[in-house]
């Protein structure tokens, strides 16, 4: 065996085993970002339209709005700028948080 060949496969394990350094700090909107559903809860039982959904944004003051179909998955993350409004079949807005 080629003694290059042999020096390769001796290092080559050991840059499996770096780690590479996780951020110092995770980046947060600016607290001006940040939803509050509790002011849109009247919008419950209305039909899902883009106007009832602008006037979702500007009541929550989230900067994201996420609509949640029926039997859709959604990610789990949570992003304190985004409002999640869930609605059934008929359009009519089953749920709405921040998140």
């Known amino acids: 065996m080629d003694i ?3 020096a390769i496969a001796a290092v080559l394990p050991l ?3 770096t780690q590479e350094r996780p951020p110092a700090s995770t980046p947060t909107p600016p607290t001006e970002a940040m939803c509050n ?3 849109v809860q009247s919008f ?3 039909t899902a339209t883009g106007e009832v959904g ?3 944004i500007k009541g929550s003051g989230a ?3 996420r609509w949640v179909p029926p039997r859709t ?3 789990m993350d949570f992003r304190p700028d985004r ?3 869930s609605y059934d079949d008929a359009l009519k807005i089953e749920r709405i948080s921040c998140g």
């Open 4 to 6: 290059r060949l042999l």
């Open 15 to 17: 840059a499996a085993c």
């Open 37 to 39: 559903a509790d002011g």
């Open 44 to 46: 419950v039982g209305q």
């Open 54 to 56: 602008a006037q979702l």
């Open 63 to 65: 900067t994201t709005l």
């Open 73 to 75: 998955a959604v990610t």
């Open 83 to 85: 409002l999640t409004v």
